[in-house]
């Protein structure tokens, strides 16, 4: 597949600010929009792969190669955090690592997160692999959308599938926002409440391909969008009512920057050899980043 440059900036921009978010640097209350941008990054990637006829066959290949990149470095990920645990935790704690470890591989920990305790609960930072809940949403996205896509096209076909797109999202947030005061943990952890931000990215992807000709490279464009993006990792804190309408603007400015791939900015800012480097192994730092701050306070009794 083609690698598009300011997506693997995109990812770097997320990584670190969900890093940052989680060890607490002052300026960062809203890094954890770094698993939106993520979000919808993979929406439009998906689309992207599936936008062919959806056969056994892709779907299988698919599969396999999304399986190949995540569970290797998961899996280890997991030894190590259960070696560690191992040494540093209790045993009733480290019998809900076993548990947690297994839901993680198994691409359903947001399930057991969510009926345990709240992403910003403080005695969140004492899961090593609480962060894992992201990659459950993103692995059950991946199983639903070709089945989505396949029902989206049968449907009323005469429908432009931008506009369909755009219904589902609306529909979504709508449904998030209604019930986000009384089901909060369960809105912030599970995929259907997660969805309007992955097709997001799919609608993009489907308004570049539809229309070529309304290109949005501009450097004004470019600018402003990444500025607002920032503003909101910087502004955003844990007390905002999230997901739902809040995360609409961040994630709709998500996909203008990754349409945005031609003009001079986007090459020099996120396209910088910098950026691609952490994009390229932002996997791998937010997969370890979060059990090495977990453990370096158990062991050390203090911030990092």
Request: glycine share 4%; hydrophobic share 50%; proline share 3%.
């Amino acid at each position: 597949m083609k690698i598009f440059y300011n997506i693997q900036g995109l990812r770097g921009l997320a990584v670190i600010s969900v890093i940052f978010f989680h060890y607490g640097f002052e300026y960062f209350q809203g890094g954890f929009l770094g698993v939106d941008i993520f979000f919808v990054i993979s929406g439009y990637l998906m689309s992207l792969i599936l936008d062919k006829k959806i056969s056994y066959k892709t779907l299988l290949n698919f599969y396999l190669k999304r399986i190949k990149r995540i569970l290797p470095a998961l899996i280890f990920v997991v030894f190590i955090s259960l070696l560690l645990g191992f040494l540093l935790i209790s045993e009733n704690s480290y019998e809900r690592l076993g548990k947690t470890s297994l839901s993680s591989i198994f691409f359903t920990s947001n399930f057991y997160y969510w009926r345990e305790w709240g992403y910003f609960d403080l005695n969140s930072l004492n899961k090593p692999l609480l962060h894992t809940w992201s990659l459950s949403v993103e692995m059950q996205f991946y199983l639903i959308f070709p089945i989505l896509l396949l029902s989206i096209n049968f449907f009323f076909k005469k429908i432009n599938i931008i506009y369909k797109l755009i219904f589902i999202i609306i529909s979504f947030m709508f449904f998030t926002e209604l019930i986000i005061e009384e089901k909060k943990i369960a809105s912030f952890y599970l995929m259907p409440f997660r969805l309007s931000e992955f097709l997001i990215g799919s609608m993009g992807y489907y308004y570049e391909k539809n229309y070529k000709t309304l290109k949005i490279n501009k450097n004004y464009v470019f600018i402003l969008s990444l500025g607002l993006l920032l503003f909101f990792i910087l502004y955003y804190d844990k007390n905002i009512k999230f997901p739902g309408l809040n995360s609409l603007l961040p994630c709709i400015i998500t996909l203008i920057l990754i349409l945005n791939k031609e003009n001079y900015l986007s090459k020099k800012i996120l396209q910088n050899k910098i950026l691609l480097f952490i994009g390229n192994i932002s996997y791998s730092l937010y997969l370890i980043h979060w059990p090495l701050f977990v453990y370096y306070r158990l062991y050390t009794f203090k911030e990092p």
